[in-house]
């Protein structure tokens, strides 16, 4: 392949030489990352084949039902799917599932009851829970039905609280969560293997509590997933990693047999549970963005990687570092100004397949305390294993990126940022001298 049609291609798209020059030298520096990302997404893509061949996915399984949705066999054995996939018991993977904060809802309040305790031993959970559980005030949150919260952070170092959680853990603690993924705060990432120490400490202070694990995110960063290692429910959203970018809706909780019976009875009706609910036209998403999902999420971990290792040659504080394996596909980049905040979203949202031509700027966005720039460009809407970006306009000027349903859009869509970057004048034209 001549480079210079791919280089003049770029330069077409609006990156110049210096831009491609920089960004081609590190994509190359990184090939054996890219060697080890390969290989964990064929081990991935073995286990969702195998899976599905298991359980005799066939063309009957891709339509769908309508009406009560009796016997729907696409739905049925989807769930077997992701109960092989995640070496569960069961699953519960609906289109009537609407988001993860649902899911992870729908997990917490079919498995606890009033006068139960919920523990988060990792710090303050993602922003949209805080009304499920009624840390701040919500209608019908867990606090209103008389179930508690307690919360033990993570250490000044990021580390594990162990003693903290010890203390912690009482008579009442019946369900615990732990967020396999930093979300948008600057904690890093559970590994599967923490969450599996962590899991087996709690189990040891008390056998009987139910470890839940947020895996948004996490879905096939690894080849281990945290019900491997002790999680009896794991809980994710489908326009996330294990929809592959084709799922248009939907959510997935994956566990025990009594967790999942819980869930399904709190989701349809008690009695009905998992017998009911049509999957419309919902089905041959699933499982295609299922059979996708290990290499779409290798791609949008090259990105992140690929992003991490720019940047950070730049000069810019990353999370993760450039070198550091990576736990889920998000990935920050501290700009220090708003200028830097914007310039790299409008650069994500310029390289977009689907409103490239959209200008993002900041606003104020119901439920965040300053404004916000979101870029987005996606073919399901809000779909963030999609290349996207967000950035809250405050200290330290942060921007938190993730997705690429391919590592070229991704590769694309990061030079594009250096070039809005230099084209500001945020970073200096003569950063290629200076850092190569
Ligand atoms: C995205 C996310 C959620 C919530 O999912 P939504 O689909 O946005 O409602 C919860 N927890 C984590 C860690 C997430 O990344």
């Not at 092989?84 to 018991?89: E, K, S, W």
């Not at 009706?269 to 089905?283: F, I, R, T, W």
């Not at 409103?355 to 993002?360: A, E, K, Q, S, Y």
Request: aromatic share 8%; glycine share 10%.
């Amino acid at each position: 392949m001549d480079h210079s049609a791919i280089e003049s291609m770029y330069q077409r798209m609006g990156i110049s030489r210096e831009v491609y020059a920089f960004g081609e030298k590190i994509w190359d520096s990184l090939k054996d990352r890219w060697e080890e990302i390969d290989a964990l997404s064929e081990y991935n893509q073995l286990k969702v084949i195998k899976a599905m061949q298991k359980n005799k996915v066939s063309e009957a399984c891709l339509l769908g039902t309508t009406g009560y949705g009796y016997n729907d066999l696409g739905r049925e054995t989807l769930e077997k799917v992701y109960a092989d996939i995640f070496h569960t018991q069961d699953a519960l993977v609906r289109p009537q599932i609407t988001c993860g904060t649902h899911a992870l809802a729908l997990a917490l309040m079919s498995n606890l009851r009033p006068g139960d305790e919920l523990l988060s031993p990792v710090g303050k959970p993602y922003d949209t829970l805080e009304e499920v559980i009624g840390i701040r005030p919500s209608k019908g949150s867990l606090k209103e039905y008389g179930i508690t919260y307690r919360q033990v952070d993570l250490l000044e170092d990021g580390n594990i609280d162990y003693d903290g959680i010890r203390q912690a853990v009482n008579g009442k603690t019946r369900l615990v969560t732990i967020q396999r993924s930093k979300g948008y705060q600057t904690r890093p990432t559970l590994s599967v293997q923490k969450i599996g120490e962590l899991i087996a400490f709690i189990k040891e202070l008390k056998s009987d509590v139910i470890c839940m694990v947020d895996n948004c995110y996490g879905e096939f960063t690894e080849t281990k997933e945290p019900s491997d290692v002790g999680a009896d429910l794991v809980v994710g959203s489908l326009i996330k990693n294990p929809g592959g970018g084709l799922a248009p809706i939907g959510g997935y909780l994956a566990g025990t047999n009594e967790c999942i019976e819980n869930a399904a009875y709190r989701l349809t009706s008690p009695g009905l549970g998992k017998e009911v609910g049509a999957s419309l036209q919902a089905l041959s998403t699933f499982y295609q963005g299922l059979f996708l999902a290990p290499s779409v999420t290798a791609n949008a971990l090259k990105a992140a990687i690929f992003a991490a290792n720019l940047y950070e040659r730049l000069g810019f504080e990353v999370v993760p570092k450039g070198s550091e394996p990576r736990h889920d596909i998000i990935q920050a980049v501290t700009f220090g100004s708003p200028q830097g905040v914007i310039a790299f979203c409008q650069g994500i949202q310029q390289a977009a397949p689907v409103d490239g031509h959209v200008t993002p700027e900041p606003w104020d966005m119901p439920g965040y305390d300053s404004p916000v720039i979101m870029a987005a460009g996606a073919f399901v809407s809000g779909s963030s294993i999609e290349l996207s970006a967000d950035g809250p306009i405050k200290p330290p000027y942060a921007v938190y990126f993730q997705g690429g349903l391919t590592w070229q859009h991704g590769k694309l869509g990061i030079m594009n940022t250096l070039q809005k970057l230099v084209e500001k004048e945020i970073i200096m034209k003569d950063f290629d001298k200076r850092n190569l």
